[in-house]
């Protein structure tokens, strides 16, 4: 039995690995260059930019024994960064214990780790999918790739409920899932400074602001671009007011933004914007964990489904192999 997979973000990526571990035969498709979805970093003439995810946490037994893993096969590192918090006008030290780990050398580093000696069908977006009763038939245009005995769908919510639109008569059962949106956008600016900010923070969680949630310096992490680099992360409210903006009106915000923060002048000499259409949770979505219906040989799994973070979507990878190899 083979088993499609479409997304090689962390959880199809981990629902991967575990399938094999288990004894399956799968293929992955992702519609990117390479594996990493969200958690993905720009390379640049002189290291990565992360403009997805900016570093993760393990709260679990089990995701912390997969990070010990990754910390003896050099995919990951600590990030010791300094954290601050802007609330209230106020920019102020924030030290906390919480253990944070980035990729190394770039965030996609531990997805390709746990995809290594996995078929992955990379650049091949899937735009149809259909269920005949049995098998599932997927297609690239109007190229068939194949037909699986089951699918995955380790995909954003949006688009999950893109794919599986043709056979909501079949899967009525999946209608509650995509009633409302599950993730909400981040427009991410990196910017090129000119000159070091005179600051001892590399992390700034924004609190209660109109405009940004997060910032941070990016050359405190192992393996990044060197030089001055901020990195700033809009809020979901301002990402989707600003959804259809131009990277040319996103930047210059950012930099003013990154300034009235920072209370000081700065110079700008290159930017990098990213608009990530489905990138937080929304508040008050349902956490099932992950979704399988073994009479439509058909299984989701995503973070939207289990309280986003990378240490959630991972869990919801694996736990849905786990449901599906039984
Ligand atoms: P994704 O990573 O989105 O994977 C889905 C994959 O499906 C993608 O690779 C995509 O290319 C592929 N795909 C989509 N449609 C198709 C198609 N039709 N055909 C083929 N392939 C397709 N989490 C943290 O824990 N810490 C953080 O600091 C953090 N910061 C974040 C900041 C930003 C700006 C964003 C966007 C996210 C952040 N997150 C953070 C969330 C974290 O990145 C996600 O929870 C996690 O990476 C989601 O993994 P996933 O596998 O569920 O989905
Ligand atoms: P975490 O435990 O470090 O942070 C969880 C939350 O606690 C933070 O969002 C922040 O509000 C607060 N916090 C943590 N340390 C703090 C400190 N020292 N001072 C002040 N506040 C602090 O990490 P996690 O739970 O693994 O969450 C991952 C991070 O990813 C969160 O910051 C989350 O907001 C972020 N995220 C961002 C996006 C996006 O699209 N921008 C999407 C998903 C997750």
Redesign the pocket.
């Known amino acids: 039995m083979t088993i499609a997979i479409i997304g090689a973000g962390i959880a199809g990526a981990a629902c991967a690995h575990e399938l094999v571990r288990l004894g399956k035969q799968v293929v992955v498709f992702d519609k990117g260059r390479a594996a990493g979805g969200?958690m993905s970093s720009k390379r640049t003439a002189t290291g990565y930019l992360d403009l997805g995810?900016?570093?993760?946490?393990a709260?679990s037994q089990v995701f912390n024994q997969q990070c010990q893993q990754w910390l003896a096969d050099n995919v990951i590192a600590r990030w010791h960064g300094e954290?601050?918090?802007y609330d209230q006008g106020r920019l102020i030290a924030?030290?906390?214990n919480?253990v944070?780990y980035i990729g190394v050398p770039s965030m996609q580093a531990p997805v390709q780790r746990l995809l290594a000696g996995i078929e992955l069908q990379s650049n091949c977006r899937i735009d149809s999918i259909r269920f005949d009763g049995v098998n599932w038939q997927l297609y690239s245009g109007d190229t068939q790739l194949g037909s699986f005995q089951q699918l995955i769908l380790a995909l954003p919510q949006q688009q999950a409920a893109q794919l599986l639109a043709p056979c909501s008569a079949q899967l009525s059962l999946l209608a509650a899932l995509f009633s409302q949106p599950a993730l909400?956008p981040?427009w991410?600016v990196d910017l090129e400074l000119t000159q070091a900010a005179a600051l001892a923070f590399s992390?700034i969680?924004v609190?209660d602001d109109p405009t940004l949630?997060?910032l941070a310096r990016q050359s405190t992490k192992p393996g990044r671009a060197a030089g001055e680099h901020w990195l700033v992360?809009f809020n979901?409210a301002f990402s989707a007011q600003h959804l259809e903006a131009q990277p040319e009106q996103i930047a210059p915000l950012a930099a003013a933004e990154l300034q009235r923060i920072l209370g000081r002048a700065i110079a700008v000499k290159a930017s990098v914007c990213h608009r990530?259409r489905y990138?937080?949770?929304a508040e008050d979505v349902a956490v099932t964990g992950f979704v399988y219906q073994p009479e439509a040989a058909l299984g989701l799994c995503g973070?939207w489904l289990n309280g986003?973070?990378?240490?959630n979507a991972f869990l919801s990878g694996r736990q849905l192999a786990a449901a599906v190899a039984v």
């Open positions: 969200r995810a900016q570093y993760f946490t709260r954290t601050a918090r924030s030290p906390d919480t944070r909400l981040c991410a992390a969680f609190k949630s997060w992360h979901a990530w990138a937080q949770q973070d986003g973070r990378v240490e």
